[in-house]
């Protein structure tokens, strides 16, 4: 057991980030519910949760995918196809930003400001870290190039998703529950793309910002490694003079 802690320390030491974050998001919105007697933000809890969702299944399918075990397989792509639609539950809370505008109760706005930054940046991280499992498991079976193509294609459904749940109301555990409904109410937006213009307006401008944000973060990665990969240089060069 700790050899495999050891040997994947920094997902580790991600997950513990991440749960610490999280339990700040609901001090946070329990002060805020005590102190102005409301329940103001207390869905942004679920919202969280929901988000939590997918990175659970991203590290399922990620640990499951490192055993290699072609017996194992058709547990990968169940946990990544349940992975992918859940995934915009992660990024769905930088929406939440909304609710700024209607708040009346007397709590000062800077701390919801706070409060929603800790939310929203909590799901976002959650979402960028489960894309990077997701990412790495089709790069080491399909190559590089379809593992950014995936993280591509991911964003794009992302983008639409976040739009389906936001202000078609519609949410994840629909596809059981209501299915037809939900993909007939798809399909008039798809169908029709003149008149629901703002669907593909707000789909393209979310992915893109999802897609910059995960390429920002791969890329100060790629700094921290090549600055590693210097310092050892130097330190052979050294020891070889």
């Known amino acids: ?4 802690l050891t040997a994947h320390k920094n997902l580790f030491s991600i997950f513990l980030l991440l749960v610490a974050a999280s339990l700040v998001c609901v001090l946070l919105t329990a002060v805020r519910m005590e102190r102005s007697d409301t329940a103001r933000y207390a869905h942004m809890r679920w919202n969280l949760m929901l988000a939590w ?3 659970l299944f991203a590290a399922l399918a990620y640990a499951l995918a490192n055993a290699r075990r072609r017996i194992l397989y058709p547990l990968v792509l169940a946990s990544a196809g349940t992975w992918l639609l859940f995934f915009p539950n992660a990024p769905y809370i930088l929406t939440d930003f909304q609710h700024l505008s209607r708040v009346t109760d007397g709590i000062p706005v800077w701390y919801d400001v706070i409060l929603l930054i800790w939310f929203a940046w909590t799901g976002l991280l959650l979402g960028v870290v489960s894309l990077y499992m ?3 498991i089709v790069t080491r079976s399909m ?4 593992g950014w193509l995936f993280v591509i294609l991911v964003s794009g459904l992302t983008g639409f998703g976040v739009y389906v749940g936001r202000f078609m109301r519609w949410n994840s555990w629909d596809i059981w529950h209501q299915p037809l409904p939900l993909l007939q109410d798809i399909w008039n937006q798809l169908r029709h793309p003149l008149a629901n213009k703002d669907t593909f307006v707000f789909t393209i401008i979310f992915s893109l910002l999802l897609l910059f944000i995960y390429l920002a973060m791969m890329l100060l990665g790629n700094l921290k490694a090549e600055r590693q990969k210097q310092q050892v240089a130097v330190t052979h060069q050294t020891k070889t003079v």
Do not use: R, S
Request: proline share 7%; net charge positive.
């Open 134 to 136: 997701m990412q790495e």
């Open 1 to 4: 057991m700790y050899q495999k």
């Open 53 to 55: 969702i997918p990175f």
């Open 143 to 146: 190559g590089k190039t379809a």
